[in-house]
């Protein structure tokens, strides 16, 4: 299990950094197209749009896996031994829970949806089920770093990541 979560998290980790090169590109664009050019692009504002929609998504999933994501912890920092086990434990249960719930079969049940109204972006012509497939491919996957967290491996940075401070 850990060769697969170190595999997705090199995969997801890149990702995040192209998927955000992009989006600074798209918005510089629109800033020197507007006011250096007094022609502003037509597609750079959606392009941003999406870009961080699958940016914020896929984010969380990372956060998730890096043990950065919101949360409270005051509980969990009071309790020790079996109490923060079962804890723990039941934490993770609940993040599958909404993960497959809310992420797989929701975002699911829109990206089908979009895709049988022929939902079409207004510039690109691209279609909006193609943007909210991040949705139910982000739940899965953290589904499955919860599965690995529940299995032992601990939700923090990857060890080839920099830690702030060290």
């Known amino acids: 299990m ?48 999406f870009l961080l929609i699958w940016v914020g998504v896929l984010g969380a999933a990372y956060a998730f896996r890096t043990g950065v994501h919101l949360g409270l912890d005051v509980l969990p920092k009071k309790l020790s031994g079996v109490s923060a086990q079962i804890l723990k434990l039941f934490i993770l249960l609940m993040v599958i829970i909404f ?29 909006i089920a193609y943007v909210y497939s991040i949705i139910p491919v982000a739940g899965l996957l953290i589904c499955l770093y919860a ?16 830690q702030p401070g060290s």
Do not use: C, H
């Open 2 to 49: 850990k060769k697969i979560t170190n595999l997705l998290d090199a995969v997801l980790k890149n990702t995040l950094i192209v998927l955000m090169a992009g989006l600074v590109f798209a918005v510089s664009w629109q800033v020197v197209s507007r006011y250096i050019f007094t022609s502003p692009s037509s597609w750079t504002e959606e392009v941003a749009r």
């Open 99 to 127: 993960s497959v719930a809310v992420l797989v079969i929701g975002g699911g049940n829109l990206v089908v949806l979009t895709w049988e109204l022929k939902q079409y972006s207004a510039v690109l012509g691209l279609p």
């Open 147 to 162: 599965l690995a967290a529940a299995m032992g491996e601990e939700l923090t940075a990857p060890e080839d990541s920099a």
